[in-house]
Nanobody, 116 residues
Framework: QVQLVESGGGLVQAGGSLRLSCAAS????????MGWYRQAPGKQRELVAR???????NYGTSVKGRFTISRDNTKNTVYLQMNSLKPEDTAVYYC??????????WGQGTQVTVSS
């Protein structure tokens, strides 16, 4: 199991920016993918962004063009740069990893709140 620790959440005004970090307990280059999901009250957990070992990325429709996922293999850390934040982005954001044998791990989550 991979331990994942998120940080960087907080309160920000609409239109502002925030960067989330996810530190992994193992070499992230040995993982198939790492990503960010979020869950708002009353909603299902949804994909925000995902980055694969080869560098390809996927984004959820609602964040495309505003959020950017990146990684630092030296630090075993994945980042989520969030720009032009909207109140609808308010949620608990979870870091996720998937190994090449299909094992999925989750972080504890970090709260992001965007005020109007």
């Amino acid at each position: 199991q991979v331990q994942l620790v998120e940080s960087g959440g907080g309160l920000v005004q609409a239109g502002g920016s925030l960067r989330l970090s996810c530190a992994a307990s193992r070499t992230i280059s040995t993982l198939n993918s790492m990503g960010w999901y979020r869950q708002a009250p009353g909603k299902q957990r949804e994909l925000v962004a995902r980055i694969f070992s080869g560098g390809n990325t996927n984004y959820g429709t609602s964040v495309k063009g505003r959020f950017t996922i990146s990684r630092d293999n030296t630090k075993n850390t994945v980042y989520l740069q969030m720009n032009s934040l909207k109140p609808e982005d308010t949620a608990v954001y979870y870091c996720n990893s998937v190994s090449f044998v299909g094992v999925s791990s989750w972080g504890q989550g970090t709260q992001v709140t965007v005020s109007s």
